[in-house]
Nanobody, 118 residues
Framework: QVQLVESGGDSVQAGESLTLTCAQSGPALTVYARGWYRQASGKQRELVALVGTGGTNYADSVKDRFTISRVFGSNTITLQMHSLKPEDTAVYYC?????????????WGRGTQVSVSS
């Protein structure tokens, strides 16, 4: 069973920085995309940053402030968030799309809360 576990969420002031981490465990699989989504209260889940075969995509609202990275030699990814704004407040979810035993599946973590106060 592939599992994704997020960590690093916190309550911060506007303008501060946070780094989220997503650790992947379980069987090895062919990965097509990894990334981060977020869901604010009362809103739909939205893409934050995604690394796939076509490159890296960021939501316009986080470009130049957030950076997605993969820890070298591991299946851990991070999301560095700078100049945080109150509108960045949301539950952040780690996402993975891959193939296990030739079956394509999507995986989600349980989420980590980021709260930004003005």
């Amino acid at each position: 069973q592939v599992q994704l576990v997020e960590s690093g969420g916190d309550s911060v002031q506007a303008g501060e920085s946070l780094t989220l981490t997503c650790a992947q465990s379980g069987p090895a699989l062919t990965v097509y995309a990894r990334g981060w989504y977020r869901q604010a209260s009362g809103k739909q889940r939205e893409l934050v940053a995604l690394v796939g075969t076509g490159g890296t995509n960021y939501a316009d609202s986080v470009k130049d402030r957030f950076t997605i990275s993969r820890v070298f030699g591991s299946n851990t990814i991070t999301l560095q968030m700078h100049s945080l704004k109150p509108e960045d407040t949301a539950v952040y979810y780690c996402y993975l799309k891959g193939a296990l035993w030739q079956r394509e599946q999507e995986y989600w973590g349980r989420g980590t809360q980021v709260s930004v106060s003005s």
